[in-house]
Antibody, heavy 119, light 110 residues
Framework: QVQLVQSGVEVKKPGASLKVSCKASGDTFTIYGFSWVRQAPGQGLEWMGWISAYNGHTNYAQNFQGRVTLTTDTSTTTAYMELRSLRSDDTAVYYC????????????WGQGTLVSVSS | QSALTQPASVSGSPGQSITISCTGTSSDVGTYNLVSWYQQHPGKAPKLMIYEVSERPSGFSDRFSGSKSGNTASLTISGLQADDEADYYCCSYAGSNNWVFGGGTKLTVL
């Protein structure tokens, strides 16, 4: 069955960088895209960006442009999200979600990675 | 891209039906029949419930249904059950590989 397994809890200081991984299994990696979605404590879901695992094309939400980079490694079927210049308001749970190209929805989600940014 | 508008909370008794609205704009909900809905229980990852406005993933309960009119999409849950108590989020494709979520609705089963 399809599984997305994310890397573990991260504790960072303001100004640092973060890289979260999302290991996919159970299906052909390169026919899908992967989106990243975050959820601040007690808040709603916020879409951050999308990457095609087929050709590496990306698109980022305006709020994150210049600070986020999405990549994939097809040899290990892993998607990555790097976020730079961390601030305290980046404290959130970060999710990866497999993205279906034709119908533009997120059918499988990772378990989430808790990121805490504090001095 | 502004978030889609959802009511903060809705409630209903077991067995009843409830509807959650999701209002966007002509740039997202109004243009694309690509609205999806996600259920999130506390401390858990979101789970897909509806895609393409009204399609259910294979094997999912037909108590959940979706619709759209103009810039507003809706999720209806019939025959409410205790386990339906959760947060619900709508999401719309907004073109050029952009997506936008609603602010979320907390469903309470009385």
């Amino acid at each position: 069955q399809v599984q997305l397994v994310q890397s573990g809890v991260e504790v960072k200081k303001p100004g640092a960088s973060l890289k979260v991984s999302c290991k996919a299994s159970g299906d052909t990696f390169t026919i899908y895209g992967f989106s990243w979605v975050r959820q601040a404590p007690g808040q709603g879901l916020e879409w951050m960006g999308w990457i095609s695992a087929y050709n590496g094309h990306t698109n980022y939400a305006q709020n994150f442009q210049g600070r986020v980079t999405l990549t994939t490694d097809t040899s290990t079927t892993t998607a990555y999200m790097e976020l730079r210049s961390l601030r305290s308001d980046d404290t959130a749970v970060y999710y990866c979600a497999r993205t279906i190209a034709a119908s533009r929805h997120f059918d499988y989600w990772g378990q989430g990675t808790l990121v805490s940014v504090s001095s | 891209q502004s978030a889609l508008t959802q009511p903060a909370s809705v409630s209903g008794s077991p067995g009843q039906s409830i509807t959650i609205s999701c209002t966007g704009t002509s740039s997202d909900v109004g243009t694309y029949n690509l609205v999806s809905w996600y259920q999130q229980h506390p401390g858990k990852a979101p789970k897909l419930m509806i895609y393409e406005v009204s399609e259910r993933p294979s094997g999912f309960s037909d108590r959940f249904s979706g619709s759209k009119s103009g810039n507003t999409a809706s999720l209806t849950i019939s025959g409410l059950q205790a386990d339906d108590e959760a947060d619900y989020y709508c999401c719309s494709y907004a073109g050029s590989n952009n997506w936008v979520f609603g602010g979320g609705t907390k469903l309470t089963v009385l």
